[in-house]
């Protein structure tokens, strides 16, 4: 696929701060981390609205639904500098949550040809890792328990529908899942250290990534 001068401006600058992002991660600069963090989900939302689509049907409701997911992550970005202890996870677990929701609003029109209606012995892989991730959780989850299932399943279900777009949109689907597992094991199974968060962030980045420019692509090869 060609891309314009506006569309690879737009997606060299975010894949420059977000490797400026993880590199000062990795390098233990919290402040740079912080205000870059801040600013991934707006510069993703440049690459989406600078790609349109080349076609009769430009799918306005996907377009729609892409834009609140990505706005919605942004808020769960800021959520951990605006709040602190319980409150700053439930607020960042309850932004990504709805986030999620718009995915699969997003997705759902294409479930037919996802692994859920085509191939649905795939699902268990998906189905595994959720229930895997919440037995690892569980000991030490408390009361945050009931809101990590809800969003695990929101989660699950939106990596597995993502399968229906294309394979930028499944991969991306399932590196999410991958993120937000660390994350989790993170706040539930005392992982922690530089390492445990330049793979989040390097994860989370590259999968909103995928997924937005599945999307896109998906857009632009409707008849």
Partial sequence: MTRTPRETAALTAYLALAL?????????????????????M???????????????????RLRTLTIAALGF??????????????ASFLAMVGAFFV????????FLPSWRQSITARSPALVLPYAVAFVV?????????????APVIAYGLALTAMAALSTGLNRATALGGAIFMV???????????????????????????VAQLLLVLGIQGFRRRQP
């Fill in 20 to 40: 400026t992002n993880v590199g000062s991660l990795a390098l233990g600069l919290d402040t740079l981390a912080n205000v870059t963090q801040w600013f991934l």
């Fill in 42 to 60: 707006p510069l993703l939302l440049v690459v989406l609205l600078a790609t349109p689509p080349a076609t009769s049907r430009p799918l306005p």
């Fill in 73 to 86: 992550s942004w808020l769960g970005d800021a959520a951990p500098d605006l709040t602190s202890g319980d």
């Fill in 99 to 106: 986030a999620q929701l718009c995915y699969i609003a997003a």
């Fill in 133 to 145: 991730l919440v037995l690892a959780c569980a000991p030490k989850a408390g009361p945050l328990l």
């Fill in 179 to 205: 993120s937000d597992s660390l994350i989790a094991l993170g706040a539930f199974r005392d992982w922690s250290g530089r390492s445990l968060s330049v793979a989040i962030m390097a994860t989370y980045a």
